[in-house]
């Protein structure tokens, strides 16, 4: 990842495990047309389970993020293609008839992004803290 040359075989198979990986992460946080939140919901409430979810969804990312090693634009571009596959999968299969789960997934897609965007950034800082800096600096 931190080569200066990143062959394009290398992009594509990181976007496409990060595809994978994006999918499947919908798939298990909130599978469509059997969504088993609602009975959590129905006990604690809707802002807590949304926040469960929201937070599965983030740690999701992170974990992602931190195991893979991908660059984040791949990260970035293979959840995008998922969540184009997703929704055009729901939308033959299923034939929703509200646009909620557009919404919903988009939701969960930014969780999990923003997941591996915050993992990315943490180690980035880790990183300049741990460096000396050069003489003669603050």
């Known amino acids: 990842m931190n080569h200066p040359r990143y062959d394009a075989e290398a992009r594509l198979a990181e ?13 298990l946080i909130w599978p469509p047309g059997a969504v088993y939140w609602t009975d ?5 409430g809707d802002g807590i389970t949304l926040t469960l979810v ?3 969804a983030v740690v999701l990312g992170a974990w992602f993020a931190r195991t893979s ?7 970035f571009v293979g959840g995008v293609i998922a969540y184009g ?8 299969l299923l034939h929703p008839t509200s ?12 969780c999990l992004l923003g997941g591996a965007a915050i993992y990315r950034s943490v180690a980035w800082l880790g990183q300049r803290r741990g460096a000396t800096a050069p003489e003669g600096t603050l």
């Open 15 to 27: 976007i496409a495990a990060a595809t994978v990986f994006s999918i499947m992460s919908g798939l």
């Open 40 to 44: 959590v919901a129905n006990a604690l």
């Open 54 to 56: 929201s937070t599965l």
């Open 69 to 75: 090693a991908f660059a984040l634009v791949h990260i």
């Open 85 to 92: 596959l997703g929704m055009a999968a729901i939308a033959v």
């Open 99 to 110: 646009p909620a789960h557009l919404v919903w997934y988009g939701a969960l897609l930014a």
